[in-house]
């Protein structure tokens, strides 16, 4: 009986990571970056937790806001305030994959929010940003639907 179960457990398993990675934004619990604010990590310059009741649903995915005036900003442009590569790990991206992301590596740079997979990994993206946005704008192409 033992084994009989297994072999459902890992194609459940196998379904459930592919239908996690699918998705073009990186989400965690029905939200976008864990609930952050995008438009904060670029006009304070620092991460802040979103309130439901500033809640927006773009690309199937819902974005919390810090208040209305941070939700009618993204909403006027979302793609100015998403992050790069729909949240998923920027340095993965360029090495051809997705990755899910910590929301204290981020990163603004001309303009574009960036998030990486964990702290040792954006220390190894921050020594060739510009030459990793290349790679990983080059890659999303052909990724950013796939699982």
């Not at 990163?107 to 921050?126: A, G, H, I």
């Not at 946005?133 to 192409?141: E, F």
Request: net charge positive; glycine share 6%.
């Amino acid at each position: 009986m033992r084994q009989s179960l297994l072999l459902p457990l890992l194609l459940l398993f196998a379904f459930v990571r592919v239908q996690a990675q699918k998705s073009e934004i990186f989400e965690k619990d029905g939200m976008a970056i864990k609930g952050y604010d995008v438009v904060a990590f670029h006009t304070e310059a620092k991460a802040i937790i979103g309130k439901e009741q500033f809640n927006y649903r773009w690309k199937e995915t819902n974005w919390l806001f810090e208040n209305q005036a941070n939700l009618e900003m993204f909403k006027k442009e979302p793609e100015k305030y998403a992050p790069q590569y729909g949240g998923y790990c920027a340095y993965g991206t360029a090495e051809g994959h997705k990755a899910p992301t910590e929301t204290d590596t981020w990163t603004v740079k001309d303009n574009k929010l960036y998030f990486n997979y964990n702290k040792k990994v954006q220390e190894r993206w921050n020594k060739d940003i510009p030459g990793y946005i290349v790679k990983a704008d080059k890659n999303w192409v052909e990724i950013k639907d796939k699982p």
